[in-house]
């Protein structure tokens, strides 16, 4: 079992792009989250699906659009990308709202 | 506003040496603490977790306390070894609540 992957791994982009990033898990968990890392800061909660077909906003949400694809994936997009989203991004999965199993993360740059 | 403070921010001690995170928060109502160790450039991975009802839950050399009545938590280490370089973050889940509450971490190296 892969557990949560993700992809891409790294990924630079100039400001006004856009780019989604994907995530899949092989668990057969319900909820995914998406988590943004920056430095000196602890992790923030960008969007979450609960379950197949939904999706809620977290802390951070402004700038990301997500699509809970089908059970199995959870797809975050920046449409016009800003030096302000460059930051480490994971993806999480879990059987509820208090376990969560994390990704490798995508490292993001965006000049 | 939930809050989870760790500290301290960065530890180093020599390899076999034992040492203890802290973690105090202010999530409310409560619902479980769980300690992550996060190595360097990947994803965190889960050490323990515990419900307001556990004091103690150990993971081979980690163990984790809770104290839910002053809201304080801390992650022993014991015997360290070079692996255990990482950063130890804590975190605590509202009752009912998707939305975790991170601590920014404490970075631990081990050295020779």
């Known amino acids: 079992n892969a557990g949560v992957t993700q992809t891409p791994k790294f990924q630079v982009l100039k400001t006004g792009q856009s780019m989604t990033l994907q995530c899949a898990q092989d668990?057969?968990?319900?909820?995914m989250y998406w988590y943004r890392q920056d430095p000196g800061m602890g992790l923030r909660l960008i969007y979450y699906?609960?379950?197949?077909?939904?999706?809620d906003k977290g802390e951070v949400p402004n700038g990301y659009n997500v699509s809970r694809l089908n059970k199995r994936e959870f797809s975050l997009r920046l449409e016009s990308a800003a030096p302000s989203q460059t930051s480490v991004y994971f993806c999480?999965?879990?059987?509820?709202?208090?376990?969560?199993?994390f990704g490798p993360g995508t490292r993001l740059t965006v000049t | 506003k939930n809050q989870v403070e760790q500290s301290p921010q960065s530890l180093i001690i020599l390899e076999g040496k034992n040492c203890t995170l802290q973690?105090?928060?202010?999530?409310?109502?409560?619902?479980?603490l769980r300690w992550y160790k996060q190595d360097t450039g990947r994803g965190p991975v889960s050490l323990t977790i515990?419900?307001?009802?556990?004091n103690t839950k150990s993971n081979g050399r980690y163990t984790a306390t809770l104290d839910a009545d002053t809201k304080q938590s801390s992650l022993h280490i014991t015997a360290s070894q070079l692996s255990d370089s990482a950063s130890y973050i804590c975190?605590?889940?509202?009752?009912?609540?998707?939305?975790?509450?991170f601590g920014k971490g404490t970075k631990l190296s081990v050295i020779p």
């Open positions: 999480a999965a879990g059987g509820g709202p208090y376990e969560q199993y």
């Open positions: 668990m057969n968990h319900n909820s």
């Open positions: 699906s609960a379950s197949e077909g939904t999706t």
């Open positions: 973690c105090n928060y202010t999530v409310s109502p409560f619902s479980n």
């Open positions: 515990m419900t307001f009802s556990e």
């Open positions: 975190v605590v889940s509202g009752a009912g609540s998707y939305q975790l509450t």
